[in-house]
């Protein structure tokens, strides 16, 4: 039988009874069954954080409260032939989780076929000369394969840290080593940084844009691939250009020049030989997955369709089999929490919660301007991050109220959505335990913690300016306010 932690199960439980047990002393204007669904909501957000049992375990026992304590019904409710109230089952129809379990299964087949790797072996040859040249060929890997990989923590660590390991072990770099100054360090933390710029630059490049998605949806903005990747190419441009050559600076490797690096890449891609029929097909996909993706909105073509349809092309071209589809569990386990925690803040907005929310920091702030406004709750939603070791449960919990907050205030729909979604995504370059892909990359042993903190404080001071000050007037010149 597993081991579980039920001590970890103290904290959710006791913070989920005081919310409930406190309903008769609840704020005015709240109701019965609002509370209540704050209390379940609050006790599995905390359940996420100290995990134990893995995070879609801790929903599906929310969710399960949540039908059994009489706020959802499982089914839906018909009366007359009409549908009264939604079931709660219909929470994994949501289109924001189906589209990452589909992105999960075409980056799977990247990692297959092995082009994933392929593509990083000629990046290493070709950029690879000096160590500053590694630094922005590990960015430029991580930026091909970000598009469809929703998972910040399977690219850094399927696809990008193995990399680094081999390249450390060629110049002898060890981890947890003096040695690893010499190249482990400044690569691992050089691909911490632009995985953070990555996960901003693309709609489907890290699981929390999708709950941004999927809640600015409650609040009525419809966020999309294409104009997604318009509103931030320019701070995510400037900071990829950048940020590599900081970590340089700051951090540098003891060793500069590389010339055993293309080398060493040469060897591995004749190991690999030439493209196989798999990675073309793989390849083509991708590209075709990519162009469909920018296209959907001119074209009206959902983008979960587009993965849908290209996951459907994986399987006939035998690139992928079914038993891939089922293996990949990191998706299906993403289908579920993510779907009830989308449902959970669906239900606090249809009890009133989140308006009543919105309406109390409202009047708090009432006679500041809306741009005052909005750069306030992207700070609040940046540092809020050191207290939270899920940028899942920090989304769900924080994003929709604070989105809500800023329409109040006057912010232009798109442009708050976008803005805070953002700030959501770079907010993962605070801690060691921000996201699952600094997870990896700090367990590697190649970065102490206290540098990893003072770094990534400088770090997180210039992404807030980039993305607070170029990143606005950007999406000024491009009509989003």
């Known amino acids: 039988m597993k081991t579980i932690d039920y001590k970890k199960f103290i904290l959710p439980l006791l913070f989920g009874l005081i919310f409930w047990f406190t309903t008769p002393i609840r704020p005015a204007g709240v109701s019965v069954q609002a509370w209540h669904m704050l209390a379940i909501f609050i006790g599995t957000i905390i359940g996420c954080i100290t995990l134990p049992i893995a995070i879609s375990g801790v929903t599906l026992i929310g969710f399960t409260l949540t039908i059994c304590l009489g706020l959802a019904p499982l089914a839906d409710k018909i009366v007359n032939g009409k549908v009264i109230e939604k079931g709660a089952i219909n929470a994994f129809a949501n289109s924001s989780a189906w589209l990452i379990v589909m992105a999960f299964m075409i980056s799977r087949g990247i990692v297959k076929t092995g082009l994933g790797q392929r593509i990083a072996l000629y990046f290493v040859k070709w950029f690879g000369h000096k160590s500053l040249g590694l630094g922005y060929a590990i960015g430029a890997i991580d930026l091909i394969v970000s598009p469809a990989t929703p998972s910040n923590g399977a690219r850094a660590g399927g696809v990008v840290y193995p990399l680094i390991q081999s390249l450390a072990n060629t110049f002898g770099s060890k981890p947890n080593d003096p040695s690893r100054r010499k190249m482990g360090a400044y690569l691992t ?20 844009n999708l709950i941004a998605v999927a809640l600015a949806g409650k609040a009525g903005v419809t966020l999309s691939w294409m104009p997604w990747l318009m509103a931030s190419i320019v701070p995510a441009a400037i900071c990829l250009i950048v940020v590599p050559y900081f970590v340089y600076k700051l951090y540098p490797p003891e060793i500069k020049e590389t010339p055993n690096a293309k080398e060493w890449a040469d060897g591995e891609l004749a190991k690999m030989g030439k493209l196989t029929l798999s990675e073309k097909l793989m390849a083509a996909i991708f590209a075709i997955t990519l162009v469909l993706w920018m296209l959907s909105s001119t074209l009206g073509i959902d983008a979960t369709l587009i993965a849908f349809i290209s996951v459907s092309l994986l399987l006939l071209t035998g690139v992928l089999t079914p038993k891939d589809l089922l293996s990949e569990t990191g998706a299906w386990n993403i289908l579920i929490w993510l779907s009830i925690l989308v449902f959970m803040a669906e239900k606090l907005t249809q009890f009133g919660l989140i308006g009543w929310i919105s309406s109390s920091i409202s009047s708090a702030m009432k006679g500041l301007n809306w741009l005052i406004v909005l750069v306030v709750l992207a700070l609040v939603l940046f540092y809020t991050h050191y207290l939270f070791a899920s940028a899942t449960a920090h989304n769900s919990a924080m994003y929709l109220p604070l989105l809500t907050v800023a329409i109040s205030a006057g912010a232009p729909k798109l442009l708050a959505a976008q803005f805070l979604a953002q700030f959501s995504a770079i907010m993962g370059s605070t801690t060691h335990y921000s996201s699952p892909a600094a997870s990896v990359l ?19 001071i210039f992404y807030i300016l980039i993305y607070g000050i170029i990143g606005l007037a950007w999406m000024k010149l491009i009509g989003m306010w």
Do not use: H, R
């Open 189 to 208: 933390f050089t691909e911490f940084q632009v995985n953070i710029i990555t996960s901003s630059l693309f709609m489907t490049a890290c699981a929390p």
């Open 442 to 460: 700090a367990s590697s042993g190649y970065v102490k913690q206290d540098e990893w903190w003072k770094l990534s404080f400088i770090f997180g």
